[in-house]
């Protein structure tokens, strides 16, 4: 690796996942002169958490708390594998793109081999799906950092959506859906809904907690009669979960003795996939949330709505009151108003 460089005096820091960063001796480049770096040694990461889980309810054997950073390091039964996605390791639990370890039954966890750094932990089951809330943590070099994750149980959320003209929907969706589960036949296959047109009457659901987005979803109310000649699936998928981000840049602020080392990246909170479905009650139902508070953000075309969904140890059951913005975005980005007052009106337009 060759870089052209003025002359100048240079510090260099050495840097690769799940080591710890090396910075070299100043490098003096004169005029017209090459200068050659030798081999450098790096060393693994020697940080380490030493956690356990809070748990308000009984612990799921399946429990798990998965890592994510760049940080971390492979066992040496992992190291020189082939990496598949989704593919842990049975010893240390490394992956690519996270690491996960057992919840034992006294709740205690560990996880070694961390390189100092920004890290993101959460509690997932044995589906990978987020069972509590996200906690970022900062390591220091050759640090053991003791930590708490909080297990409140799970449940489901009911959700009742109330059009802008103060009328629930619930009773029309449940009717609807009576219907079509009355007239299809016993041995009906019924198929999914993968994709739904721009601008029609799904929406999208956001749960947040303390502002970090948490689940996502899309809900597709059942169609009205007649709109389709076939009965379709009303299934939506709701996301709950962390990723995190890889490089960083370089802090080439003028040096004052202080360590030369890059500014990483924290992990960043996306989502991964959980059930949602609608009732034959005309409630939109989401399941395996955790029980702690939350807000939920609804997102339909030129409609939208917020509500709490407070602590609960069991099902909870909201009211979503729809409002109407000013304008949409269309399918190429551009602004596009929809002239319609209602929800209701909103499905006229799409499915008519």
């Known amino acids: 690796m060759n870089f052209t460089l003025s002359p100048d005096t240079y510090s260099v820091v050495v840097l690769s996942d799940g080591y710890e960063p090396l910075e070299l001796p100043p490098v003096q480049i004169s005029p017209g002169a090459t200068a050659a770096l030798g081999p450098v040694e790096l060393h693994p990461g020697s940080s380490r958490i030493d956690g356990r889980v809070l748990a308000y309810a009984s612990l799921d054997p399946s429990l798990q708390v ?5 940080g971390r390091h492979p066992c040496a039964t992992c190291a020189a594998r082939v990496w598949e996605q989704d593919d842990f390791c049975a010893v240390c639990g490394y992956s690519t793109q996270s690491s996960k370890v057992p919840v034992s039954s006294t709740g205690r966890f560990d996880l070694g081999r961390l390189a100092s750094g920004p890290y993101a932990l959460r509690l997932v089951d044995g589906d990978g799906r987020m069972v509590g809330a996200p906690l970022s943590v900062d390591l220091r ?7 708490e994750l909080a ?7 009911l959700v009742e959506i109330v059009d802008t003209d103060g009328r629930s929907l619930a009773e029309e969706w449940a009717k609807r859906e009576n219907r079509s589960n009355e007239s299809a036949p016993e041995d009906f296959e019924v198929p999914p809904i993968l994709t739904v047109g721009v601008g029609g009457p799904e929406a999208e659901c956001t749960f947040r907690f303390e502002d970090a987005p948490l689940a996502t979803a899309v809900v597709l109310p059942p169609p009205p009669p007649g709109a389709f000649t076939m009965r379709f699936a009303r299934m939506g998928s709701c996301c709950i979960g962390c990723s995190f981000g890889r490089g960083g840049d370089v802090d080439d602020r003028p040096r004052r003795g202080e360590p030369l080392r890059p500014v990483m990246p924290r992990p960043e909170i996306e989502p991964s996939k959980i059930e949602s479905s609608m009732g034959t009650d005309g409630l939109v139902k989401f399941e395996r949330l955790p029980c702690f508070a939350m807000t939920l953000d609804w997102a339909c075309g030129p409609f939208a709505a917020t509500a709490e969904v407070p602590y609960s140890r069991g099902e909870t059951r909201i009211r979503l009151v729809l ?14 108003t929809l002239d319609v007052r209602s929800y209701r009106e909103l499905e006229e337009v799409w499915y008519h």
Not at 142 to 147: I, N
Not at 151 to 157: K, M
Request: charged share 25%.
């Open 66 to 70: 998965e890592l994510l950073g760049d």
């Open 141 to 147: 070099p050759a640090e053991a950092l003791p930590v």
């Open 151 to 157: 297990f409140t149980g799970l449940r489901s959320v």
């Open 323 to 336: 409002t109407r913005s000013q304008a949409t975005e269309s399918a190429d980005g551009e602004a596009a």
